[in-house]
């Protein structure tokens, strides 16, 4: 699957300068909080090495995934913009290197670098689609059209000769649960059903898409799933 490109790789050379001057760079360990739901703060990070994952808790306590960030990724913008408190709270999935920039400097950055203002409109407008995307899904999809396509989401960028892929580490029932708005059980029950499919295969921690095309077919064909014409034959 082809991934878009990151924040940073779409801006000029002074904009990444100016980041450069006015950024201050730490390390986060795993599991620790790079930005806390409902806090007031208002500057904006750069993901520069690692990985972190923007989640948030139900009144219930309920884990909610929005999504994983990885190196170039921004972080925190919106409360940069808005003024508003943190949406979402962003936690370190593994030793993480990330830039924290002041949110003056970052109103700086949009006022004096076109590129870095584009780029920023850029990232919302997807970000704005991704969720678009998502909401039709939640409302409109069964569980396994949901998760089929959050295996897709996830695969790795790939050979377009070949229809195998992995997904790198595999991710677990209860994170592709909170990702597609549903209980681990019934992600389990699909899981195991594309495995007898011969459409998944777990890997150590990989896990393997055995034919992309197919699950892209079993995705939006919910009359004759593909592994039941496999079975018939």
């Known amino acids: 699957m082809t991934r878009s490109p990151n924040f940073l790789s779409m801006l000029g050379e002074a904009a990444v300068a100016a ?3 006015h950024w201050i760079v730490r390390l986060y360990t795993p599991g620790e909080l790079i930005v806390a739901h409902g806090e ?21 306590g309920r884990e909610i995934f929005y999504g994983d960030r990885g190196p170039g990724d921004i972080i925190g913008e919106v409360s940069a913009i808005d003024g508003k408190a943190r949406s979402a709270s962003v936690v370190a999935l593994e030793a993480t290197r990330a830039a924290r920039l002041p949110a003056p400097a970052f109103r700086r950055l949009v006022t004096d670098h076109p590129d ?3 780029a920023l409109l850029e990232h919302l407008s997807s970000g704005i689609r991704h969720m678009t995307d998502r909401v039709y899904e939640f409302s409109t999809l069964v569980v396994r059209r949901r998760l089929i396509l959050e295996l897709l989401r996830r695969a790795d960028d790939r050979d377009e000769s070949t229809s195998r892929v992995f ?10 649960a909170a990702s597609i708005s ?38 939006g064909d919910e009359e004759e799933p593909v592994f039941s014409r496999r079975e018939k034959s």
Not at 41 to 58: M, Q
Request: glycine fraction near 6%; hydrophobic fraction near 45%; proline fraction near 3%.
């Open 116 to 118: 870095f203002s584009w």
């Open 40 to 60: 007031s703060g208002r500057d904006v990070f750069f993901i520069l090495e690692g990985r972190a994952r923007v989640t948030l808790f139900s009144e219930n």
């Open 19 to 21: 980041l450069f001057k």
């Open 182 to 219: 549903t209980h681990r059980e019934a992600v389990s029950r699909e899981m195991s059903v594309l495995a007898k499919g011969g459409l998944i295969e777990r890997c150590g921690r990989r896990l393997l898409l055995c034919d992309l095309t197919a699950l892209a077919l079993l995705a």
């Open 167 to 176: 997904i790198d580490p595999a991710p677990t029932h209860f994170e592709l």
